[in-house]
């Protein structure tokens, strides 16, 4: 990991961990925390309860006998704040760096006593550690209210809290954008703005290294990194192209998709991407989502109302500010397709959501009318 010398990684990375806050699917998930060592110490962040042990035994090494004089709290959600009690544990007279916010956090998530250990600092609010300047700057909502990350002048780096975070492992060399994208959307995607302001913040900082609370330190493409978070945080398309999501019981939609429709888009030149809703997992459906700027949506009637799948997912969209967007819609229902009527109100709450004509209305399987009504939709968001 490449830090400044006085800099030093204490996170883990838990390759055992398969499901990140009880809901994403991941592969291993890394808790980042770092220690300053200068005139006075200080510990970055703690870690989630999760890896304790081997966070402690990190910490200890890492202090190599000496004490912390201070903890700098960015972040007081538990999967970084559950070790602060273990902290005061073993440096009572240690001082807690923190935002007025995180301050009342602690308090919630410990007690008074612990909270009273707190220097509340605000925007711009600046801590020397000897040979280094710790520059605060707020960063509310960028995932919960209380959130600051810290400046580096000396060493041109920021540690940037849940920002420019990845899912999976803390290789710099493996591939960030997938899991970052994935993360970004289900960790902050509600939060563009918070995020923006933040990027406008950092835009006038130099930065070369960036340290975030999960997945890999960050030292080449910030450039390429803080671009993509540009995009994502307003809510804007990565790339051309249509997502194509569906959800089917007995086949019959997945079938429609996977061949008629897939030659219809194809032969109409539009570059499609599908998602089994029924295989994948919403999170990763999300993150498609906001990739593309058309999404075209395909669903079996259930019970009155949609498929449960595409329900969720849309629930989850709206649930994470999904905006913007170009949408057509299919349906499937053997005797009272009500599948397009409630995609259609879902995406009715979301903003600058339209719908393109006509919504394809599919009765079991294909007829002449259904696929006639198909092409239709396809030369529609070919527009
Ligand atoms: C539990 C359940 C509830 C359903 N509810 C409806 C309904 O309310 N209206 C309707 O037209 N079809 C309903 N259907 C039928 C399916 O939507 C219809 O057969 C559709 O063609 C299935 O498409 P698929 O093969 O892609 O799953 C229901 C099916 C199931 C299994
Ligand atoms: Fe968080
Ligand atoms: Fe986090």
Redesign the pocket.
């Known amino acids: 990991m490449q830090l400044p010398k006085n800099i030093r990684y204490i996170g883990v990375y838990a390759p055992e961990v398969n499901i990140f806050e009880n809901q994403y699917p991941v592969c291993g998930m890394t808790y980042n925390s770092y220690v300053i060592m200068d005139e006075k110490v200080v510990v970055m962040d703690t870690a989630d309860a999760c890896v304790t042990d081997r966070w402690m035994d990190n910490l200890k090494a890492a202090l190599e006998g000496r004490k912390a004089d201070y903890l700098v709290v960015s ?1 007081m ?1 538990p ?2 704040a559950a070790n602060i009690g273990r902290l005061i544990e073993l440096f009572p007279d240690i001082t807690i760096v923190c935002s007025a916010k995180a301050q009342v956090f602690i308090s919630q998530f410990y007690n008074q006593q612990t909270a009273d250990k707190c220097q509340v600092v605000k925007e711009g609010d600046t801590l020397s550690t000897g040979s280094m300047t710790l520059k605060f700057i707020m960063a509310p909502m960028v ?2 209210p209380e959130v600051m990350v810290t400046y580096v002048p000396e060493c041109r780096l920021l540690f940037s ?2 920002a420019f975070g990845r899912f999976g492992d803390n290789d710099e060399s493996s591939a960030w954008t997938d899991e970052a994208r994935r993360y970004y959307f289900n ?1 902050c995607g509600k939060y563009g703005n918070p995020v923006s302001t933040l990027l406008r913040k950092a835009a006038a900082l130099d930065i070369q290294t960036i340290c975030p ?1 999960h997945g890999p330190v960050l030292t080449e493409h910030l450039e390429q990194y803080v671009t993509l978070y540009q995009t994502w945080s307003q809510y804007k398309a990565e790339t051309d192209g249509l997502l194509v999501a569906y959800a089917s019981i007995h086949g019959n939609t997945a079938r429609i998709v996977n061949s008629m429709l897939r030659d219809m888009l194809h032969e109409a030149g539009i570059e499609a991407h599908y998602v089994d809703l029924t295989r994948t997992s919403v999170s990763e459906a999300i993150a498609q989502a906001f990739r593309y700027p058309k999404v075209l949506l395909a669903a079996c009637s259930y019970d009155a109302g949609l498929f449960p799948p595409m329900e969720d997912f849309l629930m989850h969209l709206r649930a994470k500010g999904y905006c913007n967007r170009v949408v057509g819609l299919v349906e499937n229902g053997s005797w009272a397709p009500s599948a397009g009527k409630t995609m259609r109100a879902l995406l009715e709450q979301m903003k600058d959501v339209s719908i393109v004509d006509p919504m394809v209305t599919i009765k079991s399987t294909l007829s002449a009318e259904s696929e006639a009504q198909l092409r239709l939709l396809v030369q529609a968001l070919k527009a």
Do not use: K, R, V
């Open positions: 972040h959600e999967d970084h995932h919960w809290a849940d960790i609370l």
